[in-house]
C-alpha cells in the first residue's frame, strides 16, 4: 500500500472518528465479527469436548472469521479498484476508515485529563471506568492518571498503529484481518474458563499480529518525546503480555513516571467464570455450577464490540439465589422521551442522566413499586450521556445512551 489511501483514512478518522449517529443507524464493522465468533463460540465450544477438541475448534473459528474476512476485503478492494482505477485510493481510505481508533482514543481520554486539571476526580473517575475494568471509586489523583496512561498505551498500540501497519503492509486483507483477530482475542482470549483452550489460538493470534507493532508503536512514543529510550528497553519484559509491555514502558519513560502498580476491582478479587454472548435477547442466564457456602458476589459487565463498558455493577447472591440486570432505555437512540426500564422502585432510589463531563442534566426519584420511568430529553443535545440508577442498599446500575 503505497498511495494516498493510509493517510487518507488516518484523516478520516481524526476529522470524523465514527460518528454516533452513523453508529446508532448501521452499528459498526466489528459487529461482524463478533457475530461469527459469537454463532461459532455457541456451537463448538462445548463442555463435554475435551481441551484438545477445543484448542481444535478454537483454531477452526478463528480460521473461519479470519478467511472470511480476508476474502471480503480483498474483493471489495478488487471491485473498487476495477471500478475507479486508477484513482481508487480514495474509496479504499473510506473502507479502512471505520479500523482505525485515532478519534476515539481522544474522545475516551481527554475528558480525564480535563477533569484532572480541574481537580473533580468523581468525573475523572467516572470517565476511567468507562474504559477500564479495575475499580475507580477509590483512586487518587495518581490512580487515576496511572490507569488512564496505562490503558491509552495499550490502546494506541491496538486502535492506530497495529491496524494502520497491516494496511500499509497487505491493504485492505491486513488490515481487517488485524481487526477481526483483535475482535477474536478481546471476546475468546482469556485464561479463565470457559476460554482456557478455545481461545488459546485466538490469544497466540493476536500476539503475532502485534509482534511488529507493539514495537513500532514504543519507538513513536519514544520519538514523540525525545526520550524514554532507558526505561523502554529496561522495563518493557515486566509485563504478562509479549507486547502491551512496549508501549507502557515507552510511555512511562516519556512521561517519567511509574506505571502497573497495584489495582483494585470492586475492592473484591474476581475470577473469570462465564463469557455469555449478546444474541438480541432482552434476558440472559448463567448458572454457576459451584455451590455456594456463603454470600457470594458476581461483578457482571456489559462490553461493547470495541470493548466499551455500557455497564457494569455487583450482584451479590446467597446460596439459591438469582440476580436479574434489568436496566434497559428505550428507544436507542432517543430522540425525545426515552423510557428506562429499571429494578422496581423503593424509597431511596435514585434514577439520573448525566452528560460525558459527569454534569447531571436530570435527576429523578421513580415513584415506588414502578420499574419504567419516562424521561423528556427533547431539550438536551445530541450526544452520548449515561443513565444510572440506584438504591438505597448502594447497588447501582449504569449504561450508555445515545440522544439524537
Avoid at 82 to 99: E, K, N, R, T, V
Avoid at 311 to 317: H, K, M, Q, V, W
Avoid at 337 to 354: E, M, R
Avoid at 369 to 397: H, P
Wanted: with cysteine.
Amino acid at each position: 500500500m503505497v498511495d494516498g489511501a493510509p493517510l487518507a483514512a488516518l484523516a478520516l478518522d481524526v476529522a470524523l472518528g465514527w460518528p454516533a449517529c452513523l453508529h446508532a443507524r448501521i452499528g459498526h464493522p466489528v459487529a461482524l465479527f463478533a457475530g461469527i465468533i459469537d454463532r461459532c463460540t455457541r456451537r463448538f465450544n462445548q463442555p463435554q469436548h475435551s481441551e484438545a477438541v477445543r484448542r481444535w475448534l478454537g483454531a477452526l473459528t478463528m480460521a473461519i472469521v479470519t478467511s472470511g474476512t480476508i476474502a471480503a476485503a480483498w474483493a471489495a478492494g478488487c471491485f473498487v479498484r476495477g471500478w475507479l482505477s486508477p484513482a481508487a485510493w480514495p474509496a479504499i481510505a473510506l473502507l479502512a476508515w471505520p479500523a482505525l481508533a485515532q478519534r476515539s482514543l481522544d474522545e475516551h481520554y481527554l475528558p480525564i485529563i480535563t477533569a484532572l486539571e480541574s481537580g473533580d476526580l468523581a468525573v475523572a473517575r467516572d470517565r476511567l471506568g468507562m474504559i477500564v475494568g479495575r475499580d475507580t471509586g477509590e483512586l487518587d489523583t495518581s490512580g487515576i492518571a496511572r490507569a488512564a496512561i496505562e490503558s491509552l498505551a495499550e490502546s494506541f498500540c491496538d486502535g492506530v498503529v497495529a491496524p494502520l501497519f497491516w494496511f500499509v503492509a497487505l491493504g485492505l486483507p491486513g488490515l481487517w484481518a488485524c481487526k477481526a483477530i483483535n475482535t477474536a482475542d478481546s471476546l475468546l482470549g482469556h485464561k479463565e474458563e470457559p476460554f482456557t483452550d478455545f481461545g488459546m489460538v485466538a490469544a497466540r493470534a493476536d500476539d503475532v499480529m502485534n509482534l511488529i507493532p507493539a514495537r513500532l508503536s514504543a519507538i513513536l512514543i519514544c520519538l514523540a518525546d525525545c526520550g524514554g529510550w532507558q526505561v523502554l528497553w529496561r522495563d518493557h519484559g515486566n509485563h504478562a503480555s509479549p507486547n502491551a509491555g512496549w508501549p507502557e514502558a515507552a510511555m512511562a519513560g516519556a512521561l517519567g513516571v511509574s506505571l502497573a502498580g497495584p489495582a483494585s476491582y470492586d475492592g473484591r478479587s474476581f475470577s473469570k467464570i462465564a463469557f455469555v454472548p449478546a444474541t438480541g435477547q432482552s434476558r440472559y442466564s448463567y448458572v454457576d455450577t459451584k455451590p455456594l457456602d456463603a454470600t457470594t458476589y458476581y461483578r457482571v459487565k456489559s462490553v461493547d464490540v470495541d470493548g466499551k463498558f455500557t455497564y457494569s455493577t455487583i450482584a451479590s447472591l446467597r446460596k439459591g439465589g438469582k440476580s436479574t440486570i434489568v436496566l434497559r432505555a428505550f428507544p436507542m437512540p432517543a430522540i425525545k422521551d426515552i423510557t428506562i426500564q429499571h429494578a422496581t422502585a423503593t424509597k431511596g432510589s435514585l434514577l439520573s442522566i448525566s452528560s460525558e463531563d459527569g454534569r447531571v442534566i436530570k435527576s429523578i426519584v421513580p415513584a415506588s413499586g414502578t420499574q419504567q420511568t419516562v424521561i423528556d430529553l427533547s431539550s438536551a443535545k445530541a450526544g452520548l450521556y449515561i443513565i444510572r440508577y440506584s438504591n438505597a442498599n448502594g447497588e447501582v446500575e449504569s449504561l450508555k445512551l445515545i440522544k439524537q
